[in-house]
């Protein structure tokens, strides 16, 4: 069962890509819905075998490399983490497959997307599954191949193809962080296997930690978007909508995130690493969380609230709430998909207009889609009893808990991109669905609900992002609960009392800046739209408008530094490469060699008494070295500089 849940999605892809014509249009989305949907019911039926019955499986096929002291294995580890993993990864790819039938019906290339697809949850699953680093690099580096093939899927389109190119170059940064990290690894304990790593964690110094950590931190900034590295995340909405919501919801950008879940034993030791965490994650939550207040693309907006959530996941590892970490993503999976799909779904009504300022009046002509988006979105804001806020809560007050100067600044900036995410959220509402209609007529007039194979998985994701947070409390980030036994390590001078020891005041100030801030922006879009267009006509809000809407410049940032190094590779090129290396190296040799010959050949004049004379000489000096000079060798130094000189 286990090596099912792991197999049947790269059949599906085997099949879809290399068996696509003899299977037809039909068949390939037969076959790749139910192969994804089988192993997500694995995934469940695991789910209650190791978390809930507690009993770890470990399935180990062959061995892979066996050489001196690396000895590996094509081995997986089903323990309670990624048995947990497993539900959101799964759930939300079985979705996305069927989602897919319906969203992706004009387009001819369904063998292709859907083979696509299905590798992109098996590299997933790789990653997730693997019992050391070495096959979890493996599917990380699937992950970011496969992404690169979804995001640019429609090649023809050039922003799509560099969308793609941008999110595997950043990524390479990212990989380049993690392979040193592995070395490091490999070099400190003789082995890549999580059992030996975490079990001789404790006697390791804690600055060979640090080194090591940092490499596979930035490993995960990069695969999870944190600030600096997050640049490709906005831009990969060029591809399909269902490629958005499988990357943003429950894979890609959570591999970053399941690799610091993974190595929270070795985390637990570095105090640098968690520190760097925290403040990586607030900045990123709170970065992410204005830019998107100042998006006009509809799925960009969502990719920056992904960006803001993902920087609310660092911050707990950085605090060691592992526990709290893992719940929250797998909440955001859940509403996270949601939003995209029925963003999806409002876009394919639309006639693929992405353009909110385009968009208005639409509570009318859709409202399945406007009470999906208005689930997902109170679920993203963290509002009471829904999904969302059982996870999110517990992250900020968390910060608040560990009363220490970063974990306290770090809850006011959370708290504050907390109300920024609230903003975000009803403008997006506000301005698809409640304001006046802003769009092309021709795209009102062709406005239609999800059909049925769309609109199911949506209901699904709806349900899930009401009550999954409720129903898994207990389990996940209850008192006492040990569900996760030696999965995830907490040291114990990083437990976090968080339940009776804040104040009133910090405990509900979260939920009522989210309540509060979209208050005022309706009451600035309804009653007082005319000071809201004047504060933004002035020099100075023209000048934030700007910073906040080109992402904080760091495109342009990123464009310039990488112009004044292309200018300096020609440079070096023609001084260096082309300059000193060529005249010390083969050029300059073989030119030196000729030179001296041509020189020496001069002296074949074909007069004897030349020749008479010239070997007097070398007679002389053959006498005088050997008789004269201390050391012998001296003569064989004399003699190639004459060489040279000549």
Known sequence: MYLAIIVLPLLASMASGLLGRKLGTTGVHILACLAVVLASLLSCVAFFEVALAGSSVTVSLATWLDSELLDLSWSFLFDSLTVSMLLPVLIVSALVHI??????????????????LSMFTFFMLLLVCGDNFLVMFIGWEGVGVTSYLLISFWYTRVQATKSALQAILVNRVGDWAFLIGLFGLFWLFGTLEYSTLFSIAP???????????????????????????HTWLPNAMEGPTPVSALLHAATMVVAGVFLLLRISPLLEYSETALLLLLWIGSLTAFMAATTGLFQNDLKRVIAYSTCSQLGMLMVACGLSQYNAALFHLVNHAFFKALLFLSAGAVIHAL?????LRKYGGLVTLLPFCYILMLIGSFSLMALPFLTGYYSKEVIILSSYAAYSISGHLAYWISTVAAAFTALYSVRSLYLTFLGRPNGPKANYLSVHEPPFVMALPLAVLALFSLFFGYVTQQLFVGPGSAIFGNALFQHPSHVIEGEWSIPLLNRVLPVVGALLAPLLLLALYTSFPGSLIGLLSTKVGKGFYRFFNRAYLFDGLYARLAALLLEFGYITAKTIDRGVLELLGPFGLTNLLSQTARNWAKLDTGFIPH???????????FLIFVFYLPDPRLFLLCLILVVLLT
């Open 99 to 116: 989602y897919s039938v319906g969203y992706m019906a004009p387009d001819p290339h369904h063998q292709r997307f859907f083979a696509y």
């Open 203 to 229: 006697m390791i110094h804690e600055a060979l930690f640090t080194l090591i950590a940092l490499g596979l931190l930035i490993g995960a900034m990069a695969k999870s978007a944190q600030i600096g590295l």
């Open 351 to 355: 006639n693929d207009e992405q353009d």
């Open 611 to 621: 020749y008479t004379l010239l070997m007097l000489i070398g007679l002389l000096a």
